[in-house]
């Protein structure tokens, strides 16, 4: 079996590849292990695919390269998708943040990436690579025993998160094979782990509020003001899952428990009345069980019998409590997968790999990791398309 490329992997940015090197003459061979195309697109937003977000700019996204996704970002646009969707006649709509999903199923968009594969393209699904050979061209053997070349070979294969879809580090391990360098991969946007110390907040599993998240340090660091969820586990939730990308094991998490309010606030209210109770006054900002247990961990009662000093000391600890997690719950429940491949290995223009050419790299598979909130997807299209318009 020839072909003009070989792309490992049916996800977002191989179906987008497959489409754009299609419909420019190419003729396309898509290898999937699964046995259909875009499972993790079909599960994503609840099954609508948040599919991707008004608000994409380099800034957005992780990776050792900052300024590595400027390019494909700058020339596939998310008006582009959008434009995408709306010729298919896709219903949608903007949830919150600039978040864009399908107001009917995720199954949608694949089926839309399907139809813009030509009679060019051809699939393999339920199909295991078992050997890359590379000697002038890419030469694949999948686990069937079957053999396809090709002068070019994508790997798209994402990252190890959510491996009950299938992922895995097949990209990782044939770009290690080539030569190529990984940034160390780990979890992202996932949740994190309390220890027996913060037993007290694991019993709040199911409460979540408003707050204001922070994790790692300068540069390398973020804040995110969404929801956090307590859970049986430790912490979840919007503002936990984007602040996951920036932690690092040993390292705190730093949450405003009431971004809202102003300085001095537990002064003013003492003020007002001093019988009132540190309990009840967390409770015009947080939930109930909340407000309990972070008075009850406190350990002041009524605001009268505490000195000014003492309840500005206490907002302060409202405003930064530390937590230090023990871990996350792995790739089994991460979204997708800080680092992989080096950006700088690939060409930003054209995702091909400098040192071996007609080896490409694209998506998840590359070191650059987006925010929650449709981000991901955007990079998958533009890494995607870049590379289409490159085969």
């Known amino acids: 079996m020839h072909y003009d490329a070989i792309i490992l992997g049916a996800g977002a940015a191989g179906l987008m590849a497959a489409g754009v090197a299609g419909q420019r003459g190419r003729r396309v ?43 494909a970002l700058g020339r596939y646009l998310a008006a582009d998708f959008v434009a995408l969707v709306d010729r298919y006649g896709i219903a949608w709509h903007e949830k919150t943040l600039g978040q864009l999903f399908c107001d009917g199923s995720a199954r949608a968009i694949v089926d839309m990436l399907m139809a813009e594969c030509p009679e060019t393209v051809s699939f393999a699904f339920g199909a295991g690579v078992a050997d890359v050979e590379h000697d002038g061209g890419f030469r694949v053997t999948l686990a069937d025993g079957r053999v396809a070349e090709a002068p070019a070979v994508v790997l798209a294969t994402g990252g190890p998160s959510i491996p009950k879809l299938g992922a895995s580090d097949l990209s990782y391990r044939l770009a290690k094979r080539f030569g190529l360098k990984l940034v160390e991969p780990r979890p992202a946007l996932v949740p994190l782990t309390l220890g027996e110390d913060e037993a007290l907040f694991r019993s709040l599993s199911g409460v979540a509020a408003p707050v204001a ?54 002064v003013a209210a003492k003020r007002e009345g001093p019988r009132a109770t540190l309990r009840r006054q967390l409770g015009r900002h947080l939930p109930d069980r909340l407000a309990e247990a972070l008075a009850a961990r406190i350990g002041i009662g009524e605001l009268g019998g505490a000195a000014d000093r003492a309840l500005g000391e206490v907002e302060r600890r409202l405003s930064d409590w530390s937590f230090r997690p023990t871990g996350t719950e792995g790739y089994a429940k991460a979204e997708v997968t800080v680092g992989g491949i080096a950006t700088a290995e690939l060409s930003q223009r054209t995702m091909e790999a400098r040192q071996v050419p007609g080896l490409y790299a694209i998506g998840e598979a590359v070191d650059v990791t987006g925010w929650l909130g449709g981000y991901n997807f955007q990079w998958a299209w533009a890494s995607g398309w870049v590379a289409g318009q490159a085969l």
């Open 213 to 266: 998240a922070r994790a790692g340090t300068g540069a390398k660091g973020a804040a995110f003001r969404e929801a956090a969820l307590f859970t049986h586990r430790g912490l979840s939730g919007p503002a936990i899952l984007q602040v996951s990308s920036y932690w690092r094991h040993g390292e705190a998490v730093a949450i405003d428990f009431v971004p809202d309010a102003a300085p001095g606030w537990l």
């Open 29 to 71: 061979l898509v290898v999937d292990g699964n046995d259909r195309p875009g499972r993790k697109i079909l599960i994503s937003g609840g099954g609508r695919c948040n599919f991707t977000n008004l608000h994409t700019a380099p800034d957005r996204y992780l990776s050792a390269n900052p300024h590595f996704a400027r390019s």
